[in-house]
Structures are given as C-alpha cells and as structure tokens.
C-alpha cells in the first residue's frame, strides 16, 4: 500500500504540492490525473525518496520513505519522468544491476530476467547497449528495470508515453494481471483512454492540490459529463493549457 498525508513541498516562493493525501491500496490500480505543473510529478518523487517532503509523510507498506529509504525501495518498483539509462550497458547488464541491488543472484537473477524480459519480448534487445535504442525501446528497457524484482508496489509516471500499440496493449494487460495478484499500482498519465480503461480509484490534481477523486464513472457522475475527458476539464475548473 501506498500512501501520503499531507504532502507539501515547495521550490523558492512555488508551490508545487499543497497539502494532498491520497491512498493506493494492493490489488487496485489507483490513478493521478493533472494538467502539466499541477504537482503529478514532484508528488511521484518524494514517494520514491529523490525529493525530500517539507511536510507530510509518505509511506510504502508503513514504512517511511523519508527516514527508512532503503527498507521502503525493496518494496517498491519505480518508472521514473526521466529514464535514466546508460548508453554503454546492455539491456541485460541494466537489469543484473538493478537486479543485484534487489539481492537477486545467480539462478534467481537469471529466472528474473528471463521472466522480465518476456513481459515485453525483449530478448532481441538484452545484449544490445541502448546507444542508439529508439525511445519506445528504452520505454522498455525503462519498464522491465522497475518490474526486475517483482515489487509490490509499482509506481509508474507516464509509463505508455512513446510506447507503440502493442507495446502498449502488453503493459495494459500486464497491470491489470499484476493488480489481480495483488500487487499496488500508482500511476500518472495524459491519456485518458488509458486511465478510464485500467483504473480502478482516481485522484485529479490542480495547482498542487487535490481537487476531486473517485472511479470513473463517479467522477463523471460528479461533473455530470459522459466521459473522463470532459469530467477532467470540468473538476479542474479550466481547459486551458491541458496537455491530452
């Protein structure tokens, strides 16, 4: 389980998160929905200690990520706004890293990346270095890092942008398998088709706070539209400057 309470974090006299709370439970995949700079970004961050809360407490599975960050990363897997690949490794060196600091060795890092690897059949790519992959290939590569340890806790900031349709309809179904096993499933995106289809709880942000949550179809019961897009526009109180 995921959950922050009372996040706020500011940059200089910016306020990129004001107050929000907000809950993902195991076996549900929650999503954060939010026109650019509403604070989707910065919120992911501090759940996966690379910014640090200026208040508030965000926790995976109780755990504080703040004070215990190496207890809380062993039960989480993170696809982070910047991919952070190195040009010089292999796919497959990238996944034995991040795989050995997970603790997985010999037979049981082998079987990870063997299984890993087939969630987006990648195995042409495994002793490629990603010099010269095409975004959509590192997207992958990107994905399989998060997914090496089989965490129970995924944490996905737009995880299907520059992804093709069939590399897009894989991850669909692979989240939606790993929520039926119980797995926790956090993640931010622009495309509303993707957010109506596979999530189960939403949280719409604006301006750095919370502005409205439900299913789906609550939300649009709540801005009394018919779909999540016009719903989206009418919670957030603008259209102007939504990136769709």
């Known amino acids: 389980m995921i959950r922050i309470e009372h996040l706020c974090k500011r940059f200089g006299d910016v306020v990129a998160v004001d107050d929000l709370s907000l809950e993902a439970a195991d076996g549900r995949i929650t999503g954060l929905l939010g026109p650019n700079g509403a604070g989707k970004t910065t919120a992911l961050r501090t759940l996966y200690g690379l910014l640090k809360p200026d208040h508030g407490v965000v926790t ?46 010999g037979p049981d890092l082998a079987a990870a990346i063997e299984r890993t690897q087939s969630y987006f059949h990648i195995d042409n790519l495994l002793d490629r270095r990603c010099k010269g992959f095409s975004h ?3 997207m992958k590569v990107a994905l ?28 669909r179904g692979l989240l939606t398998r790993l929520r039926d096993e119980g797995q926790c499933i956090l993640f931010s995106s622009h495309v509303m088709q993707e957010v109506s289809a596979l999530c189960d ?44």
């Open 144 to 171: 399989s890092r998060a997914l090496i340890h089989h965490p129970q806790n995924l944490i996905l900031d737009e995880p299907t942008n520059g992804l093709d349709v069939m590399s897009i309809r894989l991850l």
């Open 60 to 105: 995976i599975d109780g755990i504080n990520v703040t004070t215990q960050l190496v207890a809380a990363a062993e039960r989480m897997g993170v696809f982070p706004d910047t991919l952070g690949l190195y040009d010089r490794l292999t796919t497959r060196e990238h996944l034995e890293f991040y795989g050995g600091m997970h603790g997985l060795a």
């Open 201 to 244: 709880h939403i949280y719409i942000m604006a301006k750095g706070r919370l502005v409205a949550e439900g299913t789906p179809d609550e939300l649009c019961d709540m801005a009394q539209t018919q779909n999540l897009e016009e719903a989206f526009v009418q919670l957030i109180g603008t259209d102007e400057g939504i990136a769709l």
């Open 136 to 138: 959509g290939e590192k």
